[in-house]
């Protein structure tokens, strides 16, 4: 089945807010806008169940008090926009904002028609799970929108250049940050490194001084395409709750051993990779974090576990399937397990010390969005020995 896409006027991306919308209103302001269907001559009232909200983050036993003041800030919430044909405007975002039932009614304001409604060219179609997985970074969520205009359909690779002024009106701080090393800081660097690790763009920047050659003007984005590796929500109109199955305990086991707590998005970590995989899979590759971060602090093995277990699991399959056909060979699987931990041991052995000898040469081999978590100086011999495999 074709996936429904986002689909939005290129312009859309570069109103101007006056200000932050909270994590919650935005994740609703998206589904909003998912729920256009492209022929529609009128914005929808789309309906909200509160199993979506609490898959947004809204906890049942306060949901009716948080949704409400929610609701009075997606009401209240000025968007400044100029419309394909040049005409400007200010709205609020949304028109209409009402419990129905055992959820709630929303409704964009019809002056947003233009952005949404009949587009014929001047667009851009994204999906829209990237788009709900950010969260971490007050920034990402707008700035993920905005650069998703600028890679044109086929395109693997785009640059732009956007003033520092007009990108900070499009992530709602126009009036903060005057100095370029705070914006940098608080807004740029966080955004970027959370779009890098969490959704299907990988982005690097460089900015550019103004005519005097002090002050920095402009930013330059390079943006990549990537595949997303990252949580697909459950978005259906009647959702059933996906956490009604318990995560099998042997996961749990080890995810305990690791300090590392599924529940909120690790445990939609978790339950992502067991359906892109299989449980035997994700067993393997968190053992394998187990053993390589062993030494780890109890408070960094947690956060280990969702910077490397994409790169993990790739290992573990390969594991899987040579211990299978060591099984298949040998017709024992007692004595294949022990030839396959023996073997195990040794291209374990080779690959730290081809890690060791090789430092720069593994370390370039890494992707993008971990080199810009950890430095050259800062990479931890353990990931860097997982990745040694692929050469030895």
Same mark, same amino acid.
Not at 224 to 240: C, K, M, R, W
Not at 288 to 296: G, P, T
Not at 299 to 317: I, K, Q
Not at 367 to 386: M, N
């Given at each position: 089945?074709?996936?429904? #896409?986002?689909?939005?006027?290129?312009?859309?991306?570069?109103?101007?807010?006056?200000?932050?919308?909270? %994590?919650?209103?935005?994740?609703?302001? !998206?589904?909003?806008?998912?729920?256009?269907?492209?022929?529609?001559? %009128?914005?929808?009232?789309?309906?909200?169940?509160?199993?979506?909200?609490?898959? =947004?983050?809204? @906890?049942?036993?306060?949901?009716?008090?948080?949704?409400? *003041?929610?609701?009075?800030?997606?009401?209240?919430?000025?968007?400044?926009?100029?419309?394909?044909?040049?005409?400007?405007? @200010?709205?609020?975002?949304?028109?209409?904002?009402?419990?129905?039932?055992?959820?709630?009614?929303?409704?964009?304001?019809?002056?947003?028609?233009?952005?949404?409604?009949?587009?014929?060219?001047?667009?851009? $179609?994204?999906?829209?799970?990237? #788009?709900?997985?950010?969260?971490?970074?007050?920034?990402?969520?707008?700035?993920? $929108?905005?650069?998703?205009? @600028?890679?044109?359909?086929?395109?693997?690779?785009?640059?732009?250049?956007?003033?520092?002024?007009?990108?900070?009106?499009?992530?709602?701080?126009?009036?903060?940050?005057?100095?370029?090393?705070?914006?940098?800081?608080?807004?740029?660097? +966080?955004?970027?490194?959370?779009?890098?690790?969490?959704?299907?763009?990988?982005?690097?920047?460089? !900015?550019?001084?103004?005519?005097?050659?002090?002050?920095?003007?402009?930013? *330059?984005?390079?943006?990549?395409?990537?595949?997303?590796?990252?949580? #697909?929500?459950?978005?259906?109109?009647? +959702?059933?709750?996906?956490?009604?199955?318990?995560?099998?305990t042997e996961i749990l086991d080890i995810c305990h051993k690791l300090t590392?707590?599924?529940?909120?998005?690790?445990?939609?970590?978790?339950?992502?990779?067991?359906?892109?995989?299989?449980?035997?899979?994700?067993?393997?590759?968190?053992?394998?974090? $187990?053993?390589?971060?062993?030494?780890?602090?109890?408070?960094?093995?947690?956060?280990?576990?969702?910077?490397?277990?994409?790169?993990?699991?790739?290992?573990?399959?390969?594991?899987?399937?040579?211990?299978?056909?060591?099984?298949?060979?040998?017709?024992? @699987?007692?004595?294949? %397990?022990?030839?396959?931990?023996?073997?195990?041991?040794?291209?374990?052995?080779?690959?730290?010390?081809?890690?060791?000898?090789?430092?720069?040469?593994?370390?370039?081999?890494?992707?993008?969005?971990?080199? $810009?978590?950890?430095?050259?100086?800062? =990479?931890?011999?353990?990931?860097?020995?997982?990745?040694?495999?692929?050469f030895i």
């Open positions: 089945m074709t996936e429904k #896409l986002i689909r939005i006027a290129n312009d859309w991306a570069i109103v101007r807010r006056e200000e932050q919308l909270s %994590e919650i209103a935005k994740k609703i302001e !998206a589904y909003l806008i998912w729920k256009v269907e492209f022929n529609d001559h %009128e914005l929808p009232e789309v309906e909200i169940s509160t199993d979506l909200l609490m898959r =947004c983050g809204l @906890k049942r036993h306060d949901l009716d008090a948080k949704i409400q *003041v929610v609701a009075e800030e997606l009401l209240k919430y000025i968007v400044h926009y100029i419309k394909p044909n040049g005409e400007w405007g @200010k709205t609020t975002l949304c028109s209409s904002f009402y419990q129905s039932g055992d959820g709630y009614v929303v409704r964009m304001d019809r002056a947003l028609k233009p952005f949404f409604l009949e587009l014929k060219k001047n667009f851009a $179609q994204f999906s829209i799970h990237p #788009l709900l997985a950010l969260g971490r970074s007050s920034y990402s969520h707008h700035l993920y $929108q905005y650069l998703k205009t @600028k890679i044109h359909a086929g395109s693997f690779k785009a640059w732009t250049r956007i003033s520092i002024e007009d990108l900070k009106g499009i992530l709602g701080c126009l009036n903060e940050y005057s100095r370029w090393e705070s914006f940098q800081r608080r807004v740029l660097k +966080p955004a970027l490194k959370e779009i890098s690790e969490e959704t299907d763009l990988l982005v690097t920047y460089k !900015a550019e001084s103004g005519p005097k050659g002090k002050a920095k003007k402009n930013i *330059v984005f390079e943006i990549h395409q990537q595949e997303y590796q990252g949580i #697909l929500f459950d978005l259906n109109d009647n +959702p059933v709750d996906y956490r009604t199955e318990p995560l099998p590392f707590r599924p529940v909120g998005k690790s445990e939609d970590l978790l339950r992502n990779a067991l359906e892109k995989h299989s449980a035997e899979v994700l067993i393997c590759a968190l053992r394998n974090i $187990q053993e390589d971060w062993k030494e780890a602090d109890d408070a960094t093995r947690g956060g280990v576990v969702h910077r490397v277990l994409n790169a993990y699991l790739r290992r573990a399959r390969v594991e899987v399937a040579r211990q299978a056909d060591l099984e298949e060979k040998l017709q024992d @699987k007692e004595v294949a %397990e022990a030839a396959f931990m023996a073997e195990k041991a040794k291209r374990d052995r080779l690959a730290k010390e081809y890690a060791e000898e090789n430092r720069k040469k593994v370390y370039d081999s890494l992707d993008e969005s971990l080199k $810009q978590i950890y430095s050259f100086e800062s =990479c931890p011999i353990q990931f860097l020995s997982a990745k040694a495999l692929e």
